[in-house]
């Protein structure tokens, strides 16, 4: 063989490799920088180019001594990059299952997951949300850049169930779903912000690149006029209940009288927020605005208060009360029958109040007149809503006079033939002893800033006088005596104080027959305290306490009044009026303006 011929071969075959591998290069040259310019342009996009969300910090919630009720805390939201995946990533992802308690399944199905509906490349799948510090750390030691994390901020309610109906919960998207969080989300939420840069292969941000960086404005902080101390007390208050009378629901509310704020607001069925899907769906509504009952015997205060004010009676007058039939407006009509079948032939219009009769107030009623017992009801805060700051809250039931058949005249009076919240006969109650004033119930106090400003105040409403303020210490006085020994209220009697307030027993109406349900009731008490200088108001309603003796609104919620009217007493330091201060006269006469 000849070694010139070799030398040729060897010649030709390198430079044909070579040529080869130029060919290749310049078809891929020609692959990436024209045929698929466009749309490798968008990935390097993708994979360098990064705006990121600067989440704002959401704004804390506070009780009326700056207890914590709700917060946000810091944690990562850990995902995987399908597209970034190596085969030698596998062993450190099986370590990332186990400290997420990620089933294998689930990782293989993220990293399959790896184009959008819209078929653009996938670049984040979500693997587990609020993960703690010292674990994303340790995901951080162990993973490959296919799994990553972002910093985030969670709800978190330190309080538990504690006033959550009020204060409200976030979902796991972030959006708020009841109460306070939902109707001050505006200031609660702040703003978010953005960064613009660029990052290298491994995701760090290459600062020189950054274009534009706009800062978050975090929110604000709200504070309630909810009282921990009091809310605790009244939790337990409800708890107590629901274990000894296995009611379906519980509502209990406690504020101030001059200023309608609310104090504390516990309501049964109850839930968590800070894991709020584990509960019923049902156990989210807020029954103290929500749901409506017929007040019974809690209303007639409203009737007593009418007739006063409008000077048809005085407390001393009598009314005739054992006839069966009466006429009204040239018809004959059926008077409602007294609990438990009592007759009280005739009854003073004080004693109509303190034994409660219904043939008593359904007489009142009908000396006032159907449009003006009409108008009293809405004077107290019946048929419209009470206008609390929180959202879902029921108008309750008054039909117009042009509506009312022919019996209503002589059942409203009495609490039937209306529907209300448990939030509108607090309400009511809290106008008698705030001199005949209702006041807008208030839930938060102010709004403040990250700096602990000022930013809103919150101020008490009135919404308009309801009674005369010598009407409203008549009625007071005569509710004083429903708190007695004499009244239905005997067991709601708290030592050292006189009580005034109204109980309230109606049966529960069957939703399907519309009749009347004879073994299930509602029963309630309303009152305030002391009498000669109110300064709390506290409302009980309890629907069908099943396990209790007797159903009856005096014996289902007095001891709770009882309870609560003294430990709150207590804490708050408010002292025992030694004299009445009701001068004698005005008792009497009804002293009516």
């Given at each position: 063989?000849?070694?010139?011929?070799?030398?040729?071969?060897?010649?030709?075959?390198?430079?044909?490799?070579?040529?080869?591998a130029?060919?290749?290069?310049?078809?891929?040259?020609?692959?990436?920088?024209?045929?698929?310019?466009?749309?490798?342009?968008?990935?390097?996009?993708?994979?360098?180019d990064?705006?990121?969300?600067?989440?704002?910090?959401?704004?804390?919630?506070?009780?009326?001594?700056?207890n914590?009720?709700?917060?946000?805390?810091?944690?990562?939201?850990?995902g995987?990059d399908?597209?970034?995946l190596?085969?030698?990533?596998?062993?450190?992802?099986?370590?990332?299952?186990?400290?997420?308690?990620?089933?294998?399944?689930?990782?293989?199905?993220?990293?399959?997951n790896?184009?959008?509906?819209?078929?653009n490349?996938?670049?984040?799948?979500?693997?587990?949300?609020?993960?703690d510090?010292?674990?994303?750390?340790?995901?951080?030691?162990?993973?490959?850049?296919?799994?990553?994390?972002?910093?985030?901020?969670?709800r978190h309610?330190?309080?538990?169930?504690?006033?959550?109906?009020?204060?409200g919960?976030?979902?796991?998207?972030?959006?708020?779903?009841?109460?306070?969080?939902?109707?001050?989300?505006?200031?609660?939420?702040?703003?978010?912000?953005?960064?613009?840069?660029?990052?290298?292969?491994?995701?760090?941000?290459?600062?020189?690149?950054r274009?534009?960086?706009?800062?978050?404005?975090?929110?604000?902080?709200?504070?309630?006029?909810?009282?921990?101390?009091?809310?605790?007390?009244?939790?337990?208050?409800?708890?107590?209940?629901?274990?000894?009378?296995?009611?379906?629901?519980?509502?209990?509310?406690?504020?101030?009288?001059?200023?309608?704020?609310?104090l504390?607001?516990?309501?049964?069925?109850?839930?968590?927020?800070?894991?709020?899907?584990?509960?019923?769906v049902?156990?989210?509504?807020?029954?103290?605005?929500a749901?409506?009952?017929?007040?019974?015997?809690?209303?007639?205060?409203?009737?007593?208060?009418?007739a006063?004010?409008?000077?048809?009676?005085?407390?001393?007058?009598?009314?005739?009360?054992?006839?069966?039939?009466?006429e009204?407006?040239?018809?004959?009509?059926?008077?409602?029958?007294?609990?438990?079948?009592?007759?009280f032939?005739?009854l003073?219009?004080?004693?109509t109040?303190?034994?409660?009769?219904?043939?008593?107030?359904?007489?009142?009623?009908?000396?006032?007149?159907?449009?003006?017992?009409?108008?009293?009801?809405?004077?107290f805060?019946?048929?419209?809503?009470?206008?609390?700051?929180?959202?879902?809250?029921a108008?309750?039931?008054?039909?117009?006079?042009?509506?009312?058949?022919?019996?209503?005249?002589?059942?409203?009076?009495?609490?039937?033939?209306?529907?209300?919240?448990?939030?509108?006969?607090?309400?009511?109650?809290?106008?008698?002893?705030?001199?005949?004033?209702?006041?807008?119930?208030?839930?938060?106090?102010?709004?403040?800033?990250?700096?602990?400003?000022?930013?809103?105040?919150?101020?008490?409403?009135?919404?308009?006088?309801?009674?005369?303020e010598?009407t409203?210490?008549?009625?007071?006085?005569?509710?004083?005596?429903v708190?007695?020994?004499?009244?239905?209220?005997?067991?709601?009697?708290?030592?050292?104080?006189?009580?005034?307030?109204?109980?309230?027993t109606?049966?529960?109406?069957?939703?399907?027959?519309?009749?009347?349900?004879?073994?299930?009731?509602?029963a309630?008490?309303?009152?305030?305290?002391?009498?000669?200088?109110?300064e709390?108001?506290?409302?009980?309603?309890?629907?069908?306490?099943?396990?209790?003796?007797?159903?009856?609104?005096?014996?289902?919620?007095?001891?709770?009044?009882?309870?609560?009217?003294t430990q709150?007493?207590?804490?708050l330091?408010?002292?025992?009026v030694?004299?009445?201060?009701?001068?004698?006269a005005?008792?009497?006469?009804?002293?009516?303006?």
């Amino acid at each position: 063989m000849s070694h010139a011929f070799a030398t040729n071969i060897r010649h030709l075959s390198l430079f044909g490799a070579v040529l080869l591998a130029f060919v290749v290069l310049a078809v891929r040259l020609l692959f990436l920088q024209v045929l698929s310019r466009d749309e490798l342009l968008v990935y390097v996009d993708q994979v360098r180019d990064s705006v990121r969300i600067l989440h704002a910090q959401r704004g804390d919630i506070l009780d009326s001594q700056g207890n914590l009720q709700a917060t946000s805390q810091p944690v990562y939201e850990v995902g995987v990059d399908p597209q970034d995946l190596k085969p030698m990533d596998w062993d450190a992802l099986k370590q990332v299952a186990d400290l997420l308690d990620v089933p294998g399944s689930e990782l293989v199905s993220a990293f399959s997951n790896t184009e959008t509906p819209s078929g653009n490349k996938r670049r984040w799948v979500r693997l587990a949300e609020a993960v703690d510090r010292d674990t994303f750390l340790q995901i951080q030691r162990i993973t490959s850049r296919a799994v990553y994390g972002n910093l985030v901020h969670r709800r978190h309610y330190p309080g538990d169930k504690a006033g959550a109906h009020f204060i409200g919960m976030l979902n796991k998207e972030g959006i708020p779903l009841a109460g306070v969080e939902q109707s001050f989300d505006f200031f609660l939420r702040g703003q978010d912000g953005w960064l613009e840069t660029e990052t290298d292969s491994r995701r760090r941000e290459l600062a020189q690149f950054r274009r534009r960086e706009v800062a978050p404005q975090d929110g604000l902080h709200i504070e309630l006029t909810l009282n921990q101390v009091i809310q605790d007390m009244t939790e337990h208050a409800v708890a107590s209940i629901v274990e000894e009378m296995g009611p379906d629901s519980v509502s209990i509310l406690v504020s101030e009288v001059d200023t309608g704020s609310l104090l504390a607001a516990a309501i049964y069925p109850n839930f968590d927020p800070n894991e709020y899907w584990e509960y019923p769906v049902d156990s989210h509504r807020n029954r103290a605005i929500a749901d409506v009952f017929e007040p019974g015997s809690t209303f007639k205060v409203v009737t007593a208060a009418a007739a006063l004010q409008e000077g048809i009676v005085i407390p001393s007058d009598v009314l005739k009360t054992g006839d069966r039939i009466v006429e009204y407006m040239g018809r004959r009509i059926r008077m409602p029958d007294e609990y438990n079948g009592k007759v009280f032939p005739q009854l003073t219009v004080r004693k109509t109040v303190v034994k409660s009769s219904n043939r008593g107030s359904a007489v009142l009623g009908m000396m006032l007149g159907e449009m003006p017992m009409y108008q009293y009801a809405r004077s107290f805060g019946y048929g419209h809503r009470t206008g609390i700051a929180v959202y879902g809250e029921a108008s309750g039931i008054l039909d117009h006079p042009d509506r009312w058949d022919g019996i209503t005249i002589s059942r409203l009076p009495m609490g039937h033939a209306i529907a209300a919240t448990p939030l509108q006969v607090h309400t009511a109650m809290g106008a008698v002893a705030n001199g005949g004033v209702l006041m807008r119930p208030r839930i938060v106090s102010r709004i403040i800033d990250r700096d602990g400003r000022t930013v809103s105040r919150v101020a008490p409403e009135e919404v308009g006088r309801a009674i005369s303020e010598s009407t409203a210490l008549v009625v007071s006085d005569m509710l004083a005596e429903v708190v007695s020994p004499e009244g239905t209220a005997r067991s709601a009697q708290i030592k050292g104080y006189r009580a005034g307030g109204k109980t309230g027993t109606t049966e529960k109406i069957d939703p399907n027959t519309k009749l009347y349900l004879k073994n299930a009731n509602v029963a309630s008490f309303s009152g305030f305290l002391p009498v000669e200088r109110p300064e709390i108001v506290i409302t009980i309603v309890v629907d069908n306490p099943k396990k209790a003796a007797s159903q009856t609104g005096g014996f289902v919620t007095g001891p709770t009044f009882k309870l609560l009217g003294t430990q709150i007493t207590q804490y708050l330091g408010i002292e025992p009026v030694e004299q009445p201060v009701f001068p004698l006269a005005l008792v009497e006469t009804g002293g009516v303006q």
